[in-house]
C-alpha cells in the first residue's frame, strides 16, 4: 500500500514512468501495471497442477492395504506400489495419504463419569516453592478432594511419604466429617508395591492398614493416567494458582510449615464453605469416622551409641535419648512431623523430625545435664554445646553467673531445674533473677520460682480470624509475615 501511495504521487509531482522506477527501485512494467489498475494488483497461488496425479489408480489399492493393517510403514507400501507401476515418490505417498492415515488410525474412547454423592473421593500430590523460615523450600501438598460437591482439603509436607500421605488424609476425612465409599489413587510407592491386570494392586501392609481402618474401598488408576482422577488433579492446579497468587500479591513469608498450614487450610475453608459448594456437599452422606484416626507411622529399631544418640535411616540426622539406654536396640515410631522412641511400650524420648541436610541433631537437654555435671570439665570442648544456650537468655545468664565468680557445673545445675520446671519457667525465672538482686544459682532460681513466681500464669494468645485475611496484609498472620515488616 506504502509503494502503490509513493508511485501516485510521483506521478502527481510530474515525474515520468522511467523516473517512478528509478526513484523507487523496482521495474517500469510495476510502475505501468499500479497506474493502469488503479490500485494495488493481487496476486494468488496457482491452486491446481496441470500435471497428473501420480497417485490415479492407487488410492483404492493403498485404502485396502492401510484398512488390512493401519501399522504398515509407507516404505513398505512405496515399495509394494511401485512393483504394481506406481511412478510417484515415496515424499508424494507420505503426503497423499496423511489424511487418509490419520483417519484409520485407532483413537481412544473417552467416557465421561457420573459422580454420585459419597460415591468417591480422590487424592494426590503436588509440589510448590515457597518461603518458610527464610528459606525457599520445596513443599508438598497433599489435596484430597469430594468430587460430586467439589469439596477439597489440603495440608502441605516437606516429603511425600507415606506418614505423610496418611496424615493428610486424616486431615482430609476429619475436615469433611466422614469419607467416601472409594478412595481414587495413583500407583504411588507408599502405597502399590507391585501392578497387577487391570485394576488388582499389591498394597504396602501400612496401606491396607489405613485402608483397613477407615474401611474405604482401594480404586488405583490406570498406569499413566491422571484423567482418571480429574477431579483432584483439576483442583490443584486452582490451589497451587491461588496460592501462589496471593503469597505474591501481599508478598507472604511464612515462620514454620506450620504457619504455611494454617494459610493452606484456611484457603480451603473459604472454598468450602462457598453457597454452591455447601449445597452439593449437604448432600454427599459420606460414611462415619472411627472413634480414633489411624496412627500413621512407620516403625524401625535402632542401637543407641556411647553419646546417648542414633542414627535414624540414611539421613544422617542424630536424635538423643536418657543415658541409661546406652547400648540397647530401642523402637523408632516415625511420624510425619516427629519421632517417639519406646522402650517396652513405654515413650522414653520425643523429637521433632529433622528434615533439611544431613548431620543435624535434636538433643534434649534434660537428657545429657546429668551426664555433663558428673563431667564438667567436658562442656567447653562438647562438640554439641551450643544447645546449653538455645535462648538468648541463658547465654546472657551464663555471661553474668561467671562474671559473678560462677563455675560452668552452677549453670548445669541451672539447665536441670529444667527436668522439673520445664524450660518456659526457668528461662522466665532467669530474666527476672538478671534483672532483680535475686541469687544466680540453681538455689536462688529455685526460689524464685517456687515462692515468687506462684501467681505467674501462662497467657493463652488471641486467635486471628483468618477469614479477614485480605485485610492484614501487613502483619503476621499464624506466623506468616509480609516483606516489608520482616
Avoid at 502503490?4 to 510521483?10: D, E, F
Avoid at 500407583?187 to 491396607?208: E, F, W
Wanted: charged share 30%.
Amino acid at each position: 500500500m506504502t509503494e502503490y501511495q509513493q508511485i501516485v504521487q510521483l506521478r502527481n509531482s510530474g515525474k515520468t514512468q522511467d523516473e517512478i522506477a528509478k526513484k523507487l527501485g523496482i521495474s517500469r512494467r510495476s510502475v505501468i501495471r499500479y497506474l493502469k489498475a488503479g490500485k494495488i494488483p493481487k496476486y494468488s497461488r496457482k491452486t491446481k497442477s496441470n500435471r497428473p496425479d501420480p497417485m490415479d489408480g492407487y488410492y483404492d489399492i493403498v485404502e485396502t492395504k492401510l484398512n488390512d493393517d493401519p501399522k504398515i510403514l509407507i516404505a513398505d507400501l512405496f515399495e509394494y506400489l511401485k512393483e504394481q507401476g506406481y511412478t510417484g515418490s515415496e515424499r508424494t505417498l507420505r503426503r497423499k495419504t496423511l489424511e487418509l492415515r490419520k483417519r484409520l488410525k485407532s483413537k481412544e474412547l473417552f467416557f465421561q463419569r457420573e459422580v454420585l454423592p459419597g460415591q468417591v473421593m480422590e487424592g494426590d500430590f503436588t509440589e510448590l516453592h515457597t518461603e518458610i523460615g527464610g528459606v525457599k523450600r520445596k513443599v508438598y501438598l497433599w489435596v484430597t478432594s469430594l468430587p460430586y460437591s467439589n469439596s477439597y482439603f489440603a495440608t502441605p509436607y516437606y516429603h511425600c511419604t507415606f506418614e505423610c500421605f496418611a496424615n493428610g488424609s486424616i486431615n482430609a476425612f476429619k475436615e469433611f466429617g466422614g469419607i467416601a465409599q472409594k478412595y481414587r489413587l495413583d500407583n504411588m510407592s507408599p502405597a502399590v508395591t507391585k501392578i497387577l491386570s487391570g485394576k488388582d494392586r499389591i498394597v504396602t501392609q501400612r496401606y491396607k492398614e489405613f485402608q483397613d481402618h477407615y474401611g474405604f474401598k482401594q480404586d488405583f488408576c490406570n498406569p499413566g493416567r491422571g484423567n482418571e482422577k480429574g477431579n483432584v488433579e483439576s483442583n490443584i492446579g486452582h490451589i497451587k494458582k491461588r496460592l501462589l497468587s496471593k503469597i505474591s500479591l501481599h508478598r507472604l513469608r511464612f515462620i514454620t510449615i506450620e504457619a504455611f498450614k494454617e494459610f493452606v487450610w484456611d484457603f480451603c475453608r473459604s472454598h468450602n464453605t462457598e453457597e454452591k459448594v455447601k449445597q452439593c456437599f449437604s448432600l454427599e452422606n459420606l460414611q462415619p469416622l472411627p472413634d480414633q484416626p489411624f496412627r500413621a507411622f512407620r516403625s524401625t529399631q535402632v542401637k543407641i551409641n556411647r553419646y546417648a544418640l542414633f542414627s535414624l535411616d540414611k539421613t544422617g540426622h542424630m536424635y538423643s535419648v536418657p543415658s541409661q539406654y546406652i547400648g540397647l536396640n530401642l523402637e523408632v515410631r516415625v511420624y510425619y512431623a516427629h519421632i517417639d522412641v519406646i522402650d517396652s511400650d513405654k515413650i522414653v524420648a520425643t523429637h521433632k523430625r529433622l528434615y533439611g541436610p544431613t548431620g543435624l541433631v535434636a538433643i534434649d537437654i534434660e537428657h545429657v545435664v546429668d551426664g555433663l555435671i558428673k563431667k564438667p570439665g567436658a562442656m567447653q570442648d562438647w562438640k554439641h554445646r551450643h544447645i546449653l544456650f538455645e535462648r538468648p537468655a541463658w547465654s546472657n545468664f551464663y555471661h553474668r553467673l561467671i562474671q559473678g565468680g560462677g563455675s560452668d557445673k552452677d549453670y548445669l545445675s541451672c539447665l536441670r531445674l529444667m527436668k522439673q520446671h520445664g524450660r518456659s519457667l526457668v528461662t522466665l525465672a532467669m530474666e527476672l533473677a538478671m534483672e532483680g538482686e535475686s541469687d544466680l544459682s540453681s538455689t536462688g532460681l529455685e526460689n524464685l520460682i517456687t515462692k515468687q513466681m506462684d501467681n505467674i500464669y501462662d497467657i493463652e494468645p488471641l486467635e486471628i480470624n483468618m477469614e479477614r485475611y485480605d485485610d492484614l496484609m501487613g502483619g503476621k498472620v499464624h506466623g506468616s509475615q509480609s516483606k516489608s515488616q520482616s
